[in-house]
């Protein structure tokens, strides 16, 4: 790992393993630090997104409501402080939305340059990629959320009341919106390990039949409701940034074969020269 200001060489000219948890420290900190910042927002602004999380349940229950009678409320359960502890959660929630440029750029910048070079560059590169594509899994989470509810409350009897825990409502957002924002960024990391050398364009075109079958049994697992609709909601995104994470392997690969007899040549006069 490149070695930091004020930080010690060890005799190899590694960073020494005090220094690697001292800068460990220092990027968990400004990443806690961001998240609490991203939650006293998320508190402040609380009614608003409530609303806005809430939108998705009263779509998916209105065809319900004139086709099977079925009257479906959220309500709150448990003790006196079940109101705040679910406000707090879901501030939490907000603030870990919020504050993603900054702590995935921190979790960039501590494994990078053990990596690469370039690590400041790669860094904003990979968070400036990564940010919007976990946002807008999360966002794509977020459209299929009426669907998923109307499949799931569909199931409960005719003349029958359906009454959702508030806190497990939320549990059911968050679960469904964060699979899709992590679904989002595994394209990602499969050019993060091209670029490494760890995975060639060659072996991700060979596995890429089980590469789809696993995609698609991904998103029938991780998808909270039964019906197929939300699991291609999920499937045919992942496929298809897997499908460009491959074609830039490719082109990565072709430009790494290009530059590789250039450096021999320079090797070779470099020995000459010697």
Same mark, same amino acid.
């Given at each position: 790992?490149?070695?930091?200001? @004020?930080?010690?060489?060890? %005799?190899? !000219?590694?960073?020494? /393993?005090? +220094? ?7 990027? &968990? =900190? ?110 794509? @989470?977020?459209?299929?959320? %009426?669907? !998923?509810?109307?499949? /799931?409350? +569909? ?7 359906? &009454? =959702? ?110």
């Amino acid at each position: 790992m490149a070695l930091r200001r @004020g930080t010690p060489p060890s %005799p190899g !000219g590694t960073m020494p /393993l005090v +220094g690697h948890l001292r800068e460990l420290r220092r990027r &968990l =900190t400004i990443g806690v630090l961001a998240i609490l910042v991203g939650t006293a927002l998320g508190w402040y602004f609380f009614s608003p997104i409530f609303e806005l999380l809430k939108q998705p349940y009263e779509s998916g229950i209105t065809d319900l409501l004139k086709t099977k009678g079925i009257d479906a409320k959220i309500v709150i359960t448990g003790g006196v402080g079940s109101a705040f502890s679910f406000r707090l959660k879901l501030a939490l929630a907000i603030g870990l939305v919020l504050a993603s440029p900054v702590w995935i750029n921190q979790i960039w910048r501590f494994v990078l340059p053990a990596l690469h070079r370039n690590e400041k560059r790669w860094a904003y590169l990979l968070t400036a990629t990564g940010v919007p594509l976990f946002v807008g899994g999360i966002y794509v @989470g977020y459209l299929v959320l %009426p669907k !998923g509810i109307e499949v /799931l409350i +569909g199931f409960v009897p005719q003349s029958v009341d359906s &009454l =959702t825990s508030l806190s497990d409502y939320l549990n059911f957002v968050l679960r469904t919106m964060l699979v899709f924002g992590i679904a989002a960024e595994i394209p990602l990391v499969v050019v993060m390990l091209n670029r490494l050398g760890i995975v060639s364009a060659k072996q991700l075109a060979k596995a890429r039949p089980w590469t789809v079958i696993g995609i698609f049994v991904f998103a029938a697992v991780a998808t909270p409701s039964t019906d197929p609709l939300t699991m291609l909601f999920l499937a045919a995104p992942m496929t298809i940034l897997y499908f460009i994470s491959e074609l830039i392997a490719k082109l990565t690969d072709r430009r790494r074969s290009k530059k590789e007899p250039e450096e021999l040549a320079d090797d070779e006069l470099s020995s000459l020269d010697d």
